[in-house]
């Protein structure tokens, strides 16, 4: 969430940042939703001051024997405590109001950004291997469906469509890539492990910005009490970072304590509501999958620094499982609503080839922390700071394993189980032999 002060000094760098992004300009709405909040807590402020003389003066007028003008200071005082109570109720119904549009404005993105409308713009930074060039190489579902081990029928059967039933050999294979993802990001690269819950509440989700704006995203469930007289709402956590990213909200750090560096392995659930009639064969855009995620709580100086070495860390998983990949910049147009600055990774996938995103790694700033009112205290100073915070996939497990099916198929249509992942196999070299 932005800040209106911010917002106040220079309207003007909103709207480009808004303009940059294809949204409309906000700064003046926001800064008259600010003004007439103000202005009723000035008039709330005076008559508070009212009410408080008027007290005074009672007393003053019963010790001089004027009860007359006693009772009607104590009229006037019952009439401004009521108009007070009107009033505090007003003063928090135009906050939210403000907060309300505050919420619903994304982050601004950082100068070095490209501007552009869409992914188009986007800034290709680095290459990584020699991809896989073949106008006949299979896609991930026509190997699996080959093998016997990728079943979108009864995946079907069971939940419609956007869901598969790994087996035997393959389902081994997404588990030890799952596997392999958290040692070295845990044992390498400093992460801690986290086993965290997959329901959230509301707040969580509106700490890391995915509510309001983007509800029709997610899946919502219902729990009934056994008197079945209230309902109360949990959503599917879209990613690790919710519930990760909220481990630090509504509390303050010490500096020292920083970097906090989070990894999990979890199911992920998304409705893929603005997606119909995109990558709907296989297992590439589906309902549920299960991803690694990387979250950064850091100091506001350490933030950018923070975001070269989580993309690393992203990389090394590619680049030890031998997949070509590249880096690019995401455009103003096409990064995500809470970040100031977004790395997709792409790997190579020969059934299709092309790159196609396996990691996104986001540098947000203080922007989820207002909204989670996380802060630190930086040493030597009285006055809390937000910490800043940063996401990204460590990497996405079924999308790394439909590119090693890509890359690894062998012309017999087995795959050859990379190198690194065989312990985590049993020693298995190939599938499908």
Known sequence: MLDITWIRQDPQALDRALADRGAAPAAQRLIDLDDERRAHIRQLQEAQNARNQASKQIGKAKASGDEAAAQNLIDEVAKLKSAIQEGEAQERALGEALRTALAEIPNVPLPDVPVGPDETANVELRLFGDPMLSDSAPEHFEIGEALGLMDFESAAKLSGSRFVVLKGQLARLERALGQFMLDLHTSEHGYTEVAPPTLVRDDALFGTAQLPKFAEDLYATAAVDDDEASAAR??????????????????????????LRFTALTPCFRSEAGSAGRDTRGMLRQHQFNKVELVSITSQQASLEEHERMTACAETVLKKLELPYRVVVLSTGDMGFAARRTYDIEVWLPGQGAYREISSCSVCGDFQARRMNARYRAEGEKQPKFVHTLNGSGVAVGRALIAVMENYRNDDGSITVPEVLRRYMGGMERIGA
Do not use: D, K, S
């Open 234 to 259: 949990l959503w599917l956590i879209p990613t690790a970072e919710v519930p990760l990213t909220n481990l630090v909200r509504e509390t303050i750090l010490e500096e020292a304590e920083l970097p």
